[in-house]
């Protein structure tokens, strides 16, 4: 397999683990079904994507992530879930579309890069969620609703792109990678300025 290969492979790996660090199911659930219906093609590792068992299991996560994500407080508690689950979400995809690599090094590859980048996606959508929830008063949980289905549709978004054009998938998730490191700088902040004027 030629290093230009291995390149489009990563990028689309990026892209994808962006677009779990805001949902993790429904990335999965995409690349599952691509995979079953033949678009895509899967490392060996994880063709079990494509089994309907797995596709349902999914599908159903999905949902409840998508309903859960609208409602205050159920939303912070997918964010803290998501902490653990959309690295992980992330990692599997990144690793899913390395092809012609042992599991191993696909598994390692796909931490280095998916794993990351959907952690610094989840960090950032987390400090938001915080942020939008503490004005709660002033938006009446409309704010929440806003930012959760902006969240879907960029999700959405990432996962075609980085399908149909890695490259632009890839800037994609640089893009929101970045997005997510500023938001988590400005949560810390904030909440340091909280600690200290309430000591």
């Known amino acids: 397999m030629g290093g230009v290969e291995i390149l489009v492979?990563?990028?689309?790996?990026v892209g994808l683990a962006a677009?779990?660090?805001?949902?993790?199911?429904?990335?999965?659930?995409?690349?599952?079904?691509?995979a079953?219906?033949?678009?895509?093609?899967?490392?060996?590792?994880?063709?079990?994507?494509t089994r309907t068992d797995v596709l349902v299991i999914l599908?159903?996560?999905t949902v409840v992530e998508f309903l859960g994500d609208k409602i205050v407080v159920v939303?912070?508690?997918?964010?803290?879930?998501?902490?653990?689950?959309?690295?992980?979400?992330?990692?599997?995809?990144?690793?899913?579309?390395?092809?012609?690599?042992?599991?191993f090094m696909a598994a390692l590859l796909g931490l280095a890069t998916?794993?990351?980048?959907?952690?610094?996606v989840q960090s950032g959508k987390a400090a938001l969620r915080a942020g939008t929830t503490s004005l709660l008063p002033?938006?009446?949980?409309?704010?929440?609703?806003?930012?959760?289905?902006?969240?879907?549709?960029?999700?959405?978004?990432?996962v075609a792109l980085a399908v149909l054009v890695p490259v632009l998938a890839f800037a994609f998730a640089v893009g929101l990678v970045i997005g997510g490191v500023v938001l988590l700088k400005k949560g810390i902040r904030a909440g340091r300025k909280m600690v200290s004027s309430s000591a």
């Not at 938006?139 to 969240?151: A, D, W, Y």
């Open 114 to 120: 998916g794993g990351a980048t959907s952690l610094a």
């Open 9 to 13: 492979q990563l990028m689309m790996g």
């Open 138 to 158: 002033v938006h009446g949980g409309f704010g929440n609703t806003l930012v959760s289905i902006v969240e879907d549709i960029v999700s959405v978004v990432g």
């Open 75 to 103: 939303d912070n508690i997918l964010d803290t879930v998501g902490t653990v689950v959309r690295p992980a979400a992330g990692t599997l995809l990144a690793s899913s579309v390395l092809l012609g690599l042992d599991p």
């Open 36 to 49: 079953r219906a033949g678009f895509l093609e899967l490392n060996s590792s994880v063709e079990f994507l």
């Open 19 to 34: 677009s779990a660090g805001l949902r993790a199911f429904l990335p999965t659930l995409a690349v599952g079904l691509l």
């Open 59 to 61: 599908a159903v996560a």
